[in-house]
C-alpha cells in the first residue's frame, strides 16, 4: 500500500504539479468562448443579461443530433475540450511508461501499482481540469455582471441555441453539466490508457478522436461522446439519453478498462515494446 501510495503521488507531483503549464491552452480556450458569447449578444442588443447557468450551457452544449439535410458545423470549443485532455493524461502516462514506469515494472512483483496509481492520476487529472473550466466560468460570470444563478435565460438560450430553455428552469440539468463530462472523459482517458498497451500510442489516440467525432454525426448511447453533449441529454431533448444511463455506462465501460489493463500489465513486455 506504501508503495501504490508512492507511486500515486509520484504522478501527481510529475504528471501535474510540474506539468501545469499544459492547462494553460484550455484556459484560453474557455476565456475566449466566453468572450465571443458575450461579444454575441452584445452585439444582437439583447436586454436580458447572461446568467451563470447560461455561460455553463453554452461551454457543455456542444451540438444537436445531426440532420443530414442540414450544415454540418463542428463544436470545435467541445472538441478540443474532450480531445485535449486525453492528450494530457494520455502523453504522461506513455512517456512514465518507457521511463520510471520501466524501473517499476522491471524490478516490482507489483506491476498493478503502477497501472492503479496511473487509473487514480488520471482522475486526478480530469478532476483538476474540470474545475478550472468551471472556476474560470464562475469568475467570468461575476466579472462580467451574469446573473449568479444555475437558472437559464429564456430569451438567452434560444438566441444562441436555437432551442427553448424553459426545461432548465430547475437545476436538475446541472448534473448532467457537472458530472457527466467528467466521467465522460475519464472513460475515454482509461479507454486511450486500455489501447495504448494494445496498438500503439498513435493509433489508440486516432481511436479515441474517431469515436469523438462519430458521436457529433450519430446520436447513439453506443458512441459515449454523447454522454458529454448536454444537448443531447434528456433534459434538453425527449427520448435521448438519460443522465443514469450516461453514468451508468461510463462506469461499467471505466471498470472494464481497468481489469483489461490490469491483466495485460502483468504480461506486457516492456523490453520488447522497446
Known amino acids: ?98 521511463g520510471f514506469g520501466q524501473q517499476i515494472m522491471l524490478r516490482s512483483k507489483k506491476r498493478n501499482y503502477w497501472w492503479f496509481s496511473k487509473c487514480l492520476y488520471c482522475v486526478s487529472t480530469v478532476l483538476l481540469y474540470y474545475i478550472i473550466i468551471n472556476l474560470i466560468v464562475f469568475l467570468y460570470a461575476i466579472f462580467s455582471g451574469a446573473q449568479l444563478t444555475l437558472n437559464t435565460t429564456q430569451c438567452v438560450t434560444c438566441f444562441m441555441h436555437s432551442n427553448d430553455a424553459s426545461l432548465l428552469s430547475d437545476n436538475g440539468w446541472i448534473l448532467s453539466t457537472f458530472v457527466l463530462p467528467v466521467l465522460t472523459s475519464c472513460t475515454f482517458c482509461f479507454m486511450q490508457l486500455a489501447l495504448s498497451f494494445l496498438i500503439k500510442p498513435f493509433y489508440s489516440y486516432v481511436a479515441i478522436i474517431a469515436i469523438y467525432i462519430a458521436s457529433l454525426f450519430y446520436n447513439t448511447p453506443l458512441l459515449i461522446g454523447n454522454y458529454s453533449i448536454i444537448a443531447r441529454n434528456t433534459v434538453l431533448k425527449a427520448g435521448a439519453t438519460s443522465f443514469g444511463i450516461a453514468s451508468i455506462s461510463n462506469i461499467v465501460i471505466m471498470l472494464i478498462c481497468v481489469i483489461i489493463g490490469s491483466i495485460y500489465i502483468k504480461k506486457y513486455n516492456i523490453i520488447k515494446s522497446n
Open 1 to 98: 500500500m506504501r508503495k501504490s501510495n508512492k507511486l500515486f503521488f509520484y504522478d501527481l507531483k510529475y504528471g501535474i504539479v510540474k506539468k501545469i503549464y499544459r492547462y494553460i491552452p484550455i484556459i484560453l480556450i474557455t476565456f475566449f468562448y466566453l468572450i465571443y458569447m458575450k461579444y454575441t449578444i452584445q452585439n444582437s442588443l439583447m436586454p436580458d443579461n447572461p446568467s451563470w447557468g447560461d455561460y455553463l450551457l453554452w461551454m457543455f452544449y456542444g451540438m444537436e443530433p445531426y440532420i443530414p439535410e442540414e450544415r454540418f458545423i463542428i463544436p470545435m470549443a467541445w472538441l478540443f475540450m474532450q480531445v485535449y485532455i486525453i492528450m494530457m493524461v494520455g502523453n504522461y502516462a506513455i512517456h512514465d511508461l518507457y
